[in-house]
């Protein structure tokens, strides 16, 4: 059974640090494509960074610039590091696994991670 635990989340100041980390068990991590996205209080989720299995990356306009996603394979884990964090940054931190077969992709899903930024 595939899967994905967040870690990282806390209370940070504006223009501080945090970096979360996304553990992926229970199948061929290496072949996992990975998003971070975000939810605040009504609003609806967002991707804010994904990597590929061949570690390319991709960010949202919001974040780019500020955040970096990377991946060990050796370690199962992607990480999310967030710098330059804003009030709006706020919000629950979810990563999503992707894993592509021939006849369907299959999305797993982490339990989110609170992140919130004081202003």
């Known amino acids: 059974q595939v899967q994905l635990v967040e870690s990282g989340g806390g209370l940070v100041q504006a223009g501080g640090s945090l970096r979360l980390s996304c553990l992926v068990s229970?199948?061929?991590?290496?072949?996992?494509?990975v998003g971070w996205y975000r939810q605040a209080p009504g609003k609806q989720r967002e991707l804010v960074a994904h990597i590929t299995s061949g570690g390319i990356t991709d960010y949202a306009d919001s974040v780019r610039g500020r955040f970096t996603v990377s991946r060990d394979n050796a370690k199962n884990t992607v990480y999310l590091q967030m710098s330059s964090l804003k009030p709006e940054d706020t919000s629950v931190y979810y990563c999503?696994?992707?894993?592509?077969?021939?006849?369907?992709?299959?999305?797993?899903w982490g339990q989110g991670t609170q992140v919130t930024v004081s202003s």
């Open positions: 999503k696994g992707r894993y592509e077969t021939f006849a369907r992709p299959y999305d797993y």
């Open positions: 229970g199948s061929i991590f290496s072949g996992f494509a």
